[in-house]
Every structure is written in C-alpha cells, then in structure tokens.
C-alpha cells in the first residue's frame, strides 16, 4: 500500500527535474504530507502530454463509472493498483494501456508492526532526488452536470528488502521508476510487457528510511510541517535502526 506521501516541492523544482511546465501552479499545494482518504490534487506528468504537468486527484474513477454516487464509491478503493492484476482488474486495465503518469515525490510513510503498535517511518532515496513513482490516470464526466474528474492511482509492487522490514503486515511499496525508464513508461508504443518490467521493488540501497514522531498520526495536527519527517527514536529493541 502507498496511502501517505510527501509532496513538498516547489514548481521551479518539479520544471527542472521533468522538463515540463505546470500547467496550472495557482491551484498547486506543496505539503510535506498528503493522505489519499483526503483526496488531495497531486502534480503528474502524463502520457499523451509529457511536457505539462497536471494536478490529478488521489482515487481513481475509471471513464465507464455510471455515477457519481458510484463515483464516490470506487474512489475510495482504487487508491493504488497492484502492479500483478492491473492489466485484468477492469478499473485498471484500460489506463494501463492507454493512460499512463508519473507522480513526482519527495518520500512516502510506512508504519511497522511492533507488537500492538504501529511505529511510522519516513521513506526516501539515499541521495534525496526525487521519486518518480509510477501511476496510472483517467478523465471522467459526470453525467449530469458535466463536471470532468481527473483522477489516479499509484502502482504497487512487492516490497524490497528494506521495506519488507517497515511494512511488515503488507510487505508492498509503491512501483519507483527508473530514470532511465521514465520517458517509456509514458511513451504509450511501449509494449504491456516492457511496461510491467518497469514495475519492480528497486534495490534496497536506493532508499533510505528513518523513525518520525508519533505526530503523523495527529488528524488534528498541522501536518505540513518539517517536524513531520525529522528522525524520532522509539525505545524499541525489534526496529531496524
């Protein structure tokens, strides 16, 4: 699972890295933490457009939904997409073919079981570059007042090493893109196989990941804020660090 992330980046930042203009800045929020149950408007860089980058809501809503009460209801199960079944899964297989994204990130939250608790951790790449994290996205029209969703769900694979270790009960981490790969997961000629060869753990040495303070899971805490992410130790003898 992927629910919690950090998207504490600047526009100036996300241009450089991507090549790409966002499209619509004044609406763009950085924060140092968004959860998908609140439905957040997140930047990415989409199949089709790869020189613009588009706010896309967290939860999928595939262009066949019916509703918007049914709308409301698949949303909240398609936060991510299991990289195994998304080319069968019928709210996933036609953006996987056709309707592909990267969503840029700075790292992402995992909680670890450790007894009856559940200890927070901060992900994020050793050399503190951006995640590419791989995504898919759809457009949908509600029928009756023409509003357009634009909308997505982050791919999950198998956790490596190190996150088989945080996110014990699980064992799942998003899908990271190689640089390398990032131009063919978007590009919509690459082939169903070598696109679901881009959707792998990645190598434990990549990341990097530390204990945050028990303040993550405030809901009445201002939660965009530094002291989010900083190292908090646990007297715990059965965590990594």
């Known amino acids: 699972m992927c629910f919690s992330v950090n998207v504490n980046l600047i526009k100036e930042e ?37 020189s613009r980058i588009q706010l896309l809501k967290w939860g999928l ?3 066949w939904t019916k509703s918007i009460a ?5 949303r909240f199960r398609t936060f991510n997409a299991r990289s195994e079944s998304i080319e069968k899964k ?18 992402f939250y995992e ?42 769900s982050i ?5 490596n090493e190190l996150m088989a270790e945080i996110h014990n009960s699980a064992k799942r981490m998003p899908a990271i893109l190689d640089r390398s790969d990032e131009a063919g997961w978007l590009n919509l000629s690459t082939s169903p196989k070598d696109a679901l060869g881009m959707l792998k753990p990645g190598s434990p040495d990549l990341l990097k990941a530390h204990t945050i303070s028990p303040l993550v899971n405030d809901r009445n805490a201002n939660r965009n804020s ?16």
């Open 70 to 74: 049914d709308a409301n209801i698949i």
């Open 226 to 241: 530094p002291e989010v992410i900083l190292l908090f130790r646990y007297n715990r003898d059965n965590l990594l660090f």
């Open 61 to 63: 809503i595939p262009s």
């Open 111 to 152: 909680w670890q079981h450790s007894g009856k608790e559940k200890i927070p951790w901060y992900i994020y790449r050793t050399d503190n570059e951006l995640l590419s994290v791989a995504g898919i996205f759809d457009e949908w029209v509600e029928n009756t007042t023409g509003e357009v969703f634009n909308t997505f």
């Open 14 to 50: 996300l241009e450089s890295r991507y090549g790409a203009t966002l499209i619509d800045p004044d609406k763009y929020r950085p924060s140092y933490y968004y959860h998908a149950f609140g439905l957040p408007d997140l930047p990415a860089i989409c199949s089709g457009s790869p």
């Open 155 to 159: 791919i999950t694979t198998d956790a």
């Open 90 to 107: 019928p709210s996933f297989s036609y953006s996987f073919k056709s309707k592909r994204c990267i969503i840029p990130v700075r790292g």
